[in-house]
């Protein structure tokens, strides 16, 4: 069928449960006939009112916490962008037709965003499964068994309100622990010499605000000579930032004593082997020699880095070009190559979130990232990683981590 002759609103009103949907202000902007039939109340009574407003908490019963713990759970999606399905709750719905007089109703909701084309969330899809009648005895009289099920359900209901609570506060934590690790373990911003530097971090939406991708620069021995590396642990959060952390720091110490950028990576490549979570985990690094005008590089299983010349010629720098650090069992010798420079070229390394999108070839995220580059050469590379990711990532985030570090040779 057509999608564009079936009648949505039509839909959404014929749906069998309660649905209703709210404004991120969590005010009524459309509710379904089965929300009106089972609450009580006309459509006019609830659209452009505020959610509390039409259903308040009880205020003869000071331990009514129904209508919070929604809010709440609202409140979650809004922060986090995913769905929240809640316990059992305890609801007191006032009477429409009897001021002051109060149901007690149980219902099972449901909440889930509705993201608009930036990404952000619009609205909020509230669904509501009425399950009173699984609580109270026929005829509206409670027998005894009722009510000890109604208590043991309430009770768990609560259990599960604490949990979540609890979990949420880990969740906090946990954010904290990997924001204070990002901090420790990525370089910020840097003058190298009379070369200046730039550096982004963007985690994938719904993460820690931390990633396993990362980036690093090295002051080598002999001469005027940069190791410029990025790498990308699998997995988002915690557990992926601390390989991160664990991969870079080897590879930063292997840099500083390798004849070159291969034998760093082959260090790096036998280390990952006995570092749970390294797998299949990418890396390249890049010896720049300020001196002798000449970048060597070595690539296991990651994208190219890029050389943009001054003229406006992009190179991407692929010639060596080699599995994951994990790929072999018994580590080999990897690849090297090498290219040329001028005062004032460009060299940009990234990951895979800045170029990569669903459903699109590679080659043609990879040809945007060099036209973004080529276009925007002459700019400070502050100013030019900006322009970057702002033509190249979505607006609302991407879904993928994101690092990129910028050089100007």
């Not at 002999?222 to 557990?239: E, K, M, T």
Request: glycine share 8%; with cysteine; hydrophobic share 40%.
């Amino acid at each position: 069928m057509d999608e564009s002759v079936i009648d949505y609103r039509a839909v959404f009103q014929a749906l069998p449960g309660m649905v209703a949907l709210l404004t991120p202000e969590l005010v009524y902007a459309d509710v379904n006939e089965e929300f009106c039939r089972a609450s009580g109340r006309k459509r006019e009574q609830m659209v452009g009112r505020h959610l509390f407003e039409v259903f308040p908490d009880n205020p003869n019963d000071p331990t009514a916490t129904g209508m919070r713990n929604l809010e709440a759970s609202m409140q979650r999606v809004l922060d986090t962008g995913e769905r929240d399905g809640m316990a059992l709750q305890r609801y007191d719905v006032e009477d429409p037709t009897r001021a002051g007089h109060w149901q007690e109703r149980y219902w099972s909701p449901c909440n889930a965003p509705v993201f608009g084309p930036d990404g952000n969330v619009v609205m909020l899809v509230h669904r509501v499964e009425e399950v009173t009648e699984l609580i109270r005895a026929r005829g509206g009289r409670t027998t005894g068994r009722t009510r000890v099920l109604e208590a043991e359900l309430y009770t768990r209901a609560r259990e599960l309100q604490d949990l979540n609570e609890r979990l949420r506060l880990a969740h906090a934590r946990e954010r904290e622990v990997a924001l204070a690790l990002q901090e420790a373990m990525l370089p910020a911003r840097r003058q190298v010499g009379d070369h200046r530097a730039a550096v982004r971090y963007r985690p994938a939406l719904g993460a820690l605000n931390v990633c396993g991708d990362w980036y690093d620069m090295v002051d080598l021995v002999g001469g005027h000579r940069l190791g410029v590396s990025v790498g990308d642990v699998v997995g988002h959060g915690l557990a992926a930032a601390g390989v991160m952390g664990q991969l870079r720091s080897a590879l930063s110490a292997a840099s500083r004593v390798a004849e070159g950028p291969a034998q760093a990576l082959d260090v790096l490549g036998r280390y990952a082997h006995v570092v749970d979570g390294a797998e299949s985990a990418t890396a390249v690094t890049t010896f720049v020699d300020f001196d002798r005008h000449t970048i060597t590089y070595s690539s296991a299983g990651h994208l190219p880095p890029v050389l943009v010349h001054p003229d406006g010629w992009v190179e991407f720098l692929d010639q060596a070009t080699d599995p994951p650090l994990d790929a072999h069992p018994d580590p080999i010798p990897r690849p090297q190559a090498g290219a040329t420079f001028t005062d004032g070229a460009i060299l940009a390394l990234y990951t895979d979130g800045l170029v990569e999108r669903r459903r699109e070839d590679i080659d043609t995220g990879l040809a945007r990232l060099a036209e973004s580059l080529r276009r925007h050469r002459a700019e400070d590379p502050e100013a030019l990683a900006d322009a970057v990711l702002l033509e190249l990532l979505p607006p609302g985030g991407a879904t993928d981590d994101t690092a990129l570090i910028i050089v100007r040779l």
